[in-house]
């Protein structure tokens, strides 16, 4: 994925290949679209879950967490198998384990279970959303081509985040809970067998090592991490519980940290911290994780537990954000465009706590969806302006043999960010919950949620602290470099 190993990175396409771009890119915006889809289909069907399968009302979110953080634990290691043994390869692998999980999920019948086949999910997308990007980097012409490409591929990602809980309410109330998971299974299927005839072939397998003991310590420390935080509002700050894992965590990342500054093949550099442009970027991202990303979940509460949507009619209340990302995915290419990512981040992190804030106002007991809806909309316009401008900004002065361990840290980032802050509001949203125990369907309140979306807008403000320090624009206004950046000048890079 860093390194080209073939000529395709920068030789234009023939003309028969020119006519099948767009299916190309169809097919590689898919990959985006249900690897963040897969996030959130869950969401409208969790009552139901909790029901049939016997989660707890704090348990719950492990159905969420499971998946993000092994998504993110391992997309640094997803990066380098692309690297080592071709993209399109590790493109179809990620289909097959994607499939295979989502089955398994399906068929699952305790929460054991059906939380093991999330995480099999997580590694599974771990594996597809790298080979997904380093292919729109390689397929696509430099210049003009290759950037509207990527941000159809970005866009697809900022949309299934929100289109992912209206199809699941559809799911759920024709089929059961259960069909959210079965209907991976055609499509990947459908999807592995086209990516034989639509992407390039790949050329021999580049020698190289694998640093599993990076994957494994990395891993490891940030699953025990969210761990910990997420039993923390359960168990007590002070139990045996989560002080031993918050430990064990610790001294996995001190270890991780450790090998990657010695090893000779390392999934993370460490000097790629030093660039200014990638380190404001990553904490960007890990903010806009822990809290705008974890705002589709607690709507989801919000129109079954407070106004008593049934899953179908949730899920179509999420038309709304739906649209609201969809038009802030196409504001923010503009924005970018002639002002730069650091203007548009910034403003896309305030609007989102703007929203927020009017989110929040419209959560009652006895409110409306339209009494939220302005809320909503603008969170959603806020969502959008930021997904595509913030892997834009971790792509800023880093050099192309380096663009897709970049792109895995900034991934790395949104998803530990997000796995992070949903045990954490979780535990704020459920609080009050301790004499409803026995209502599995009763997960959050009118005043949990409220509360809940007031932190995120004052988490979403540090995010804009961390946009400031960014760099702007180069002399002369000159756009910064995008992915396909074939150098280190960017602006301001570091």
């Known amino acids: 994925m860093a390194r080209m190993t073939s000529t395709s990175a920068s030789t234009p396409p023939s003309s028969p290949a020119r006519g099948r771009l767009g299916w190309s890119l169809a097919l590689l915006a898919f990959g985006s679209l249900i690897t963040s889809l897969d996030f959130t289909v869950v969401y409208v069907a969790l009552p139901e879950i909790a029901r049939d399968v016997g989660f707890s009302a704090h348990s719950l979110q492990w159905v969420l967490s499971g998946y993000a953080i092994f998504y993110g634990g391992f ?132 020698r190289g090592s694998f640093d599993l003991p990076g994957a494994l310590t990395g891993t490891g420390g940030a699953t025990l991490l969210v761990l910990a935080i997420a039993q923390g509002p359960e168990e007590g700050w002070t139990s045996g519980l989560v002080l031993g894992a918050a430990a064990v965590a610790a001294a996995l990342l001190a270890a991780f940290v450790a090998i990657e500054s010695r090893s000779a093949s390392p999934l993370l550099p460490l000097r790629l911290f030093s660039n200014r442009s990638l380190g404001a970027a990553v904490v960007v991202i890990f903010a806009f994780g822990m809290t705008l990303q974890a705002v589709p979940y607690f709507l989801t509460l919000h129109f079954q537990d407070v106004l008593g949507f049934s899953a179908l009619e949730g899920g179509a209340a999420f038309l709304g954000p739906t649209l609201a990302i969809t038009a802030g995915n196409l504001i923010s290419e503009r924005l970018v465009a002639r002002y730069g990512t650091r203007t548009t981040l910034i403003a896309g992190m305030a609007l989102g706590s703007a929203g927020a804030v009017l989110l929040a106002a419209g959560i009652s007991a006895g409110g409306t969806y339209l009494g939220a809806l302005g809320g909503i909309v603008v969170v959603g316009l806020a969502m959008g302006l930021i997904f595509p401008a913030m892997f834009l900004a971790a792509s800023t002065g880093v050099e192309s043999h380096e663009q897709g361990t970049a792109s895995g840290l900034a991934s790395t980032a949104l998803q530990v960010g997000g796995g992070a802050g949903l045990a954490v509001l979780v535990g704020i949203a459920t609080a009050d919950l301790d004499g409803l125990t026995g209502e599995p369907l009763r997960i959050a309140t009118a005043d949990g949620l409220r509360t809940v979306v007031y932190v995120v807008a004052g988490g979403a403000l540090l995010g804009v602290l961390a946009a400031l320090r960014l760099p702007g624009r180069s002399r002369g206004g000159a756009q910064a470099p995008p992915l396909d950046a074939a150098n280190g000048a960017g602006a301001g890079a570091g």
């Open 75 to 206: 997309l640094l290691l997803g990066g380098r198998l692309s690297d080592l043994l071709g993209r399109r390869r590790m493109f179809v692998v990620g289909m097959a384990l994607f499939g295979g999980a989502s089955l398994l999920g399906g068929l699952a019948t305790s929460p054991g279970q059906l939380v093991a086949a999330r995480i099999l999910q997580g590694i599974g997308a771990a594996v597809l959303f790298p080979a997904t990007l380093s292919l729109v980097s390689t397929t696509f012409a430099e210049g003009r081509e290759r950037n509207r490409a990527m941000t159809v591929w970005a866009g697809a990602g900022a949309v299934g985040l929100s289109l992912g809980a209206l199809l699941g309410g559809v799911l759920t109330e024709t089929t059961g809970w259960e069909g959210v998971f079965f209907v991976n299974v055609p499509l990947v299927i459908v999807a592995a067998l086209a990516a034989f005839a639509l992407l390039p072939a790949d050329g021999p397998r580049t």
